[in-house]
């Protein structure tokens, strides 16, 4: 799990990639893929850009 979050560009694809599944998991459930994709995009967008951004891991020795 530590090599998901390590780089940043891999930070930021893991969040991407978790939101993206989860809404177009959530568009199946409901019963509408179109909704899940169309939801699934933007919000991996804004959670890999803020994972890019904002998150940074912590040192081991802190």
Not at 48 to 56: C, D, E, H, K, P
């Amino acid at each position: 799990m530590r090599a998901l979050v390590e780089d940043d560009l891999t930070r930021a694809t893991a969040f991407f990639s978790l939101a993206f599944l989860s809404a177009t998991v959530g568009g199946l459930l409901l019963g509408d893929l179109r909704v899940g994709l169309e939801w699934g995009f933007p919000l991996g967008v804004a959670f890999g850009v803020f994972a890019y951004v904002f998150l940074v891991p912590t040192d081991p020795d802190d």
